[in-house]
Structures are given as structure tokens and as C-alpha cells.
């Protein structure tokens, strides 16, 4: 019910900047939450940024150097002072509510590299 496609991800030297992006494609659905998760090679994957319940909220790594946005169907991530343990695939996230069941859904992952 609910599709989501990132773009925006990419090589970039420590201290740029990149910018995701995300797209919902939804039907019938109320989108509760949108934001971004994370996974670098070897670890577990991690919450970056998200929107949920009207309130931002970031992983401590990353509070001051990234920013989340987002209109009721898309989700951006500002991300600014890159470091090279900010490598990951970027994982757009959306929960969203049927009935009395809460469900999540993924995007495709976009790969962020930077480099030292």
C-alpha cells in the first residue's frame, strides 16, 4: 500500500554536504511517521532522523549536522558536515496505520560514501 523511492545518495569528502530524498506513493493510507535509517557495513541498522507524532528526532551522531523536512508524501534529509563514519545505505522508512495494525515499509536503500 505504501511505495517508497529515494534518490539523492552519492560519494562526497568529509565536510560536504548531500541532500536524500523520498517519495511516497500511497493509497488509501495516513502516513504516521516518514524518516530515515541507516546501515554501514557490519552494524545493525540505526534510526538517523525521523518525523513521527509531530516531532523531529535524531540519533545523537548526527543532531547539529543533519536535518530532516517533510510534506504529508515525501521526506528529505539534509545531511551537512559529513564524516567518514556516515557511510551507509540510507533507508527511507513510513509507518502508517490499517485498521487497528500499525505497519512499516522500506525503500531500496541509497548507498552515502565519504570519504577522508
Known amino acids: 500500500q505504501v511505495q517508497l523511492v529515494e534518490s539523492g545518495g552519492g560519494l562526497v569528502q568529509a565536510g560536504g554536504s548531500l541532500r536524500l530524498s523520498c517519495a511516497a506513493s500511497r493509497q488509501g493510507v495516513t502516513l504516521n511517521a516518514m524518516g530515515w535509517y541507516r546501515q554501514a557495513p557490519g552494524k545493525e541498522r540505526e534510526m538517523v532522523a525521523l518525523h513521527a507524532g509531530g516531532a523531529f528526532s535524531y540519533a545523537d551522531s548526527v543532531r547539529g549536522r543533519f536535518i530532516v523536512s517533510r510534506t504529508p508524501d515525501n521526506v528529505y534529509l539534509q545531511m551537512n558536515n559529513l564524516k567518514p563514519e556516515d557511510t551507509a545505505v540510507y533507508y527511507c522508512?513510513?509507518?502508517?496505520?490499517?485498521?487497528?495494525?500499525?505497519?512499516?515499509?522500506w525503500g531500496q536503500g541509497t548507498q552515502v560514501y565519504v570519504s577522508s
Open positions: 522508512y513510513a509507518r502508517f496505520r490499517v485498521g487497528l495494525r500499525d505497519y512499516e515499509d
